[in-house]
């Protein structure tokens, strides 16, 4: 089987590709196209004709065009490397390579990924037999064969360079080794935990939206219903339960009917987990926590899909506990405007700004994110603060503000490194 | 169309209608997992039985399969038994909260490279990323001025949502087209 080059990067793709791998030009109507045939045709497509009684190799090149010479390698230029290297070579191993990916014109996805299609990189004057509309058709008597075609697709493709720009006579060699980054961000994320550093704290700054979110909660009766969509597992748990601790604490408190929903499999595990810590703690809460146990959590297979089906059930309060924004967006999309009940969302701090805006239109009635969300939750509940539970709310804010520095001194470092090394100084 | 039609309301008699299709719904969710259980099962005993690469691994993982589906199985709690709690506590989420604060290498490595103010669109990316970390950064909550603060809120509110909404706009067009398209045998 012969792979198909792409007239725009020169990658080769599996025979019948719509679109090429690497960059997602148009293949279709490309032909195939073997290595060694390389002289007239650039994948199928006819080359502009010679002048009559010139031949093709006889072709002047322009002087100051050197990358047309055949064996020309600039600066910049970087040899292709095959993808995977079994579909450039045609190697006849015997097994009919068209039974790998078996192409059916009219297969109900063909169309799909090229929904956008993608932009054709202007090549040649008169490529294809068609010219740019009010350009007249010009002919430079300039033949290419199919690998300079491709050298000079890719050189208009990249960032122009200074045809006179002498290469820098710093070059940068003191490139950064990545496992000296990865080291660093390990360090600063571990070494706070395992020394119990105590400072720096900072302050946990009090976002709008958890002031609304606790009363929104305050106001809610014993008989109220409150649907609650737990939307995070064990992976993210670190961040999370820290902020559904408080939440849930409150809501416990206040003695209302919950039903507990998750689409992911661990979730409601994680759920069950959270709930049975929050029941074991010392009762100090204003109230006692009632005695009304919460409904198990149910998993609902399915997927974002079945979630309008909780849209059908009455409740005066929603909480959404994500660990992104997208599953509290789902909920506002395809819940909320079916029962109308109010929305709180506790989130991560990662999903914060995304969310802010929902908060700031009204489709969101409370907010409550990040660690400083459930530092500023706690506060608003009132509880006497445990040591336990400050120097569990100290930690945290210690490592978040350690990370954060580690953070910015990568990001000073990844900037000094392009500076001394110039552009290509990747470090 | 069914559900166009009851997602505008106008038909408040498909409720019920909708109710059932919801439900089949789950259960086709949960046959699919079934099934997705199924192929694994069925995939890796295929491996070990040619002896292809990694066969061992592959026994590994239908051993454990096998417990935790007895363990749950057998339990009259299920998911609630003491056996699977046990899974979920002492493997499960530590494994999972393991591999995803892999995540903080990538960002680092992510950070260095591209936050970079020479690198087309870096500059944009590197402010308004400096602007998030400064906002949410407890150690600066103390001397950092409101008006920043305000500021990165009032992008995010306003150009960021904007554009995030009309590329959300942007596709859910494109994906009733297709669907659409689908539907009528264009595609």
């Given at each position: 089987?012969?792979?198909?080059?792409?007239?725009?990067?020169?990658?080769?793709?599996?025979?019948?590709?719509?679109?090429?791998?690497?960059?997602?030009?148009?293949?279709?109507?490309?032909?195939?196209?073997?290595?060694?045939?390389?002289?007239?045709?650039?994948?199928?497509?006819?080359?502009?004709?010679?002048?009559?009684?010139?031949?093709?190799?006889?072709?002047?090149?322009?002087?100051?065009?050197?990358?047309?010479?055949?064996?020309?390698?600039?600066?910049?230029?970087?040899?292709?490397?095959?993808?995977?290297?079994?579909?450039?070579?045609?190697?006849?191993?015997?097994?009919?390579?068209?039974?790998?990916?078996?192409?059916?014109?009219?297969?109900?996805?063909?169309?799909?990924?090229?929904?956008?299609?993608?932009?054709?990189?202007?090549?040649?004057?008169?490529?294809?037999?068609?010219?740019?509309?009010?350009?007249?058709?010009?002919?430079?008597?300039?033949?290419?064969?199919?690998?300079?075609?491709?050298?000079?697709?890719?050189?208009?493709?990249?960032?122009?360079?200074?045809?006179?720009?002498?290469?820098?006579?710093?070059?940068?060699?003191?490139?950064?080794?990545?496992?000296?980054?990865?080291?660093?961000?390990?360090?600063?994320?571990?070494?706070?935990?395992?020394?119990?550093?105590?400072?720096?704290?900072?302050?946990?700054?009090?976002?709008?939206?958890?002031?609304?979110?606790?009363?929104?909660?305050?106001?809610?009766?014993?008989?109220?219903?409150?649907?609650?969509?737990?939307?995070?597992?064990?992976?993210?748990?670190?961040?999370?339960?820290?902020?559904?601790?408080?939440?849930?604490?409150?809501?416990?408190?206040?003695?209302?009917?919950?039903?507990?929903?998750?689409?992911?499999?661990?979730?409601?595990?994680?759920?069950?987990?959270?709930?049975?810590?929050?029941?074991?703690?010392?009762?100090?809460?204003?109230?006692?926590?009632?005695?009304?146990?919460?409904?198990?959590?149910?998993?609902?297979?399915?997927?974002?899909?079945?979630?309008?089906?909780?849209?059908?059930?009455?409740?005066?309060?929603?909480?959404?506990?994500?660990?992104?924004?997208?599953?509290?967006?789902?909920?506002?999309?395809?819940?909320?405007?079916?029962?109308?009940?109010?929305v709180v969302a506790a989130t991560g701090a990662g999903a914060d700004p995304l969310?802010?805006?929902?908060?700031?239109?009204?489709?969101?009635v409370g907010l409550v994110s990040g660690f400083d969300g459930a530092a500023s939750?706690?506060?608003?509940?009132?509880?006497?603060?445990?040591?336990?539970?400050?120097?569990?709310?100290?930690?945290?804010?210690?490592?978040?503000?350690?990370?954060?520095?580690?953070?910015?001194?990568?990001?000073?470092?990844?900037?000094?490194?392009?500076?001394?090394?110039?552009?290509?100084?990747?470090? | 169309?069914?559900?166009?039609?009851?997602?505008?309301?106008?038909?408040?008699?498909?409720?019920?209608?909708?109710?059932?299709?919801?439900?089949?719904?789950?259960?086709?969710?949960?046959?699919?997992?079934?099934?997705?259980?199924?192929?694994?099962?069925?995939?890796?005993?295929?491996?070990?039985?040619?002896?292809?690469?990694?066969?061992?691994?592959?026994?590994?993982?239908?051993?454990?399969?096998?417990?935790?589906?007895?363990?749950?199985?057998?339990?009259?709690?299920?998911?609630?038994?003491?056996?699977?709690?046990?899974?979920?506590?002492?493997?499960?989420?530590?494994?999972?909260?393991?591999?995803?604060?892999?995540?903080?290498?990538?960002?680092?490595?992510?950070?260095?490279?591209?936050?970079?103010?020479?690198?087309?669109?870096?500059?944009?990316?590197?402010?308004?990323?400096?602007?998030?970390?400064?906002?949410?950064?407890?150690?600066?909550?103390?001397?950092?001025?409101?008006?920043?603060?305000?500021?990165?809120?009032?992008?995010?509110?306003?150009?960021?949502?904007?554009?995030?909404?009309?590329?959300?706009?942007?596709?859910?067009?494109?994906?009733?087209?297709?669907?659409?398209?689908?539907?009528?045998?264009?595609?």
């Amino acid at each position: 089987m012969n792979p198909l080059a792409c007239p725009h990067c020169g990658a080769a793709n599996r025979s019948g590709s719509n679109f090429c791998n690497r960059c997602g030009a148009d293949l279709r109507g490309e032909s195939t196209l073997r290595p060694a045939e390389g002289g007239g045709q650039s994948g199928g497509r006819p080359a502009p004709a010679a002048p009559q009684g010139q031949p093709p190799s006889a072709a002047p090149l322009p002087p100051d065009q050197p990358w047309l010479r055949p064996g020309f390698v600039g600066e910049d230029d970087v040899p292709l490397e095959p993808e995977e290297p079994d579909i450039l070579l045609d190697v006849d191993d015997g097994v009919d390579d068209a039974t790998d990916i078996p192409v059916a014109p009219g297969r109900l996805v063909s169309g799909v990924q090229g929904l956008l299609e993608p932009i054709r990189v202007a090549t040649m004057p008169g490529e294809g037999g068609q010219s740019l509309p009010g350009m007249a058709s010009v002919s430079t008597g300039l033949v290419l064969d199919a690998e300079h075609l491709r050298r000079v697709r890719g050189l208009m493709a990249e960032e122009p360079v200074l045809a006179a720009a002498q290469p820098s006579p710093v070059r940068y060699t003191g490139s950064l080794w990545l496992p000296w980054v990865f080291l660093a961000i390990g360090l600063a994320v571990a070494l706070p935990v395992f020394w119990q550093l105590n400072r720096p704290v900072g302050v946990a700054r009090q976002w709008p939206g958890v002031a609304a979110a606790f009363d929104t909660i305050d106001h809610l009766q014993a008989t109220d219903s409150v649907q609650i969509l737990w939307a995070y597992d064990p992976a993210t748990a670190g961040e999370l339960d820290l902020v559904a601790a408080p939440v849930m604490r409150h809501l416990l408190a206040q003695g209302v009917t919950t039903t507990i929903v998750s689409l992911l499999p661990n979730g409601p595990a994680t759920a069950r987990r959270l709930i049975t810590q929050v029941q074991a703690e010392p009762r100090r809460l204003r109230g006692a926590f009632a005695e009304r146990a919460p409904v198990e959590p149910r998993f609902l297979p399915g997927g974002v899909m079945v979630l309008p089906s909780l849209g059908q059930e009455p409740a005066a309060l929603a909480v959404v506990f994500a660990a992104q924004a997208e599953d509290v967006q789902a909920w506002l999309e395809q819940v909320a405007p079916r029962n109308q009940a109010p929305v709180v969302a506790a989130t991560g701090a990662g999903a914060d700004p995304l969310l802010r805006p929902y908060l700031d239109s009204g489709q969101l009635v409370g907010l409550v994110s990040g660690f400083d969300g459930a530092a500023s939750y706690t506060t608003l509940l009132r509880e006497p603060p445990t040591i336990e539970r400050e120097q569990q709310v100290q930690r945290q804010l210690v490592g978040q503000n350690i990370a954060l520095l580690a953070f910015l001194a990568l990001i000073v470092a990844g900037n000094l490194a392009a500076l001394v090394g110039g552009r290509r100084g990747n470090g | 169309m069914v559900l166009i039609v009851d997602r505008t309301g106008i038909l408040p008699a498909l409720k019920p209608v909708m109710a059932n299709f919801y439900q089949g719904l789950m259960l086709l969710g949960g046959v699919a997992l079934l099934l997705g259980v199924v192929n694994a099962a069925w995939l890796h005993g295929r491996r070990i039985q040619t002896g292809q690469r990694d066969w061992v691994l592959s026994i590994v993982l239908l051993a454990v399969l096998l417990a935790v589906f007895v363990a749950g199985v057998i339990s009259p709690q299920g998911a609630t038994s003491p056996s699977m709690t046990w899974v979920f506590e002492s493997v499960v989420a530590p494994g999972q909260a393991a591999l995803f604060a892999l995540l903080v290498f990538f960002m680092a490595a992510a950070a260095y490279r591209f936050l970079r103010i020479g690198r087309p669109g870096g500059a944009w990316m590197l402010a308004g990323a400096l602007a998030v970390f400064l906002v949410q950064w407890p150690l600066a909550g103390a001397w950092l001025p409101v008006s920043i603060v305000d500021s990165t809120f009032w992008l995010v509110n306003q150009p960021v949502m904007a554009a995030v909404r009309g590329l959300l706009l942007g596709s859910g067009i494109a994906m009733l087209i297709v669907g659409l398209r689908l539907l009528l045998g264009k595609a």
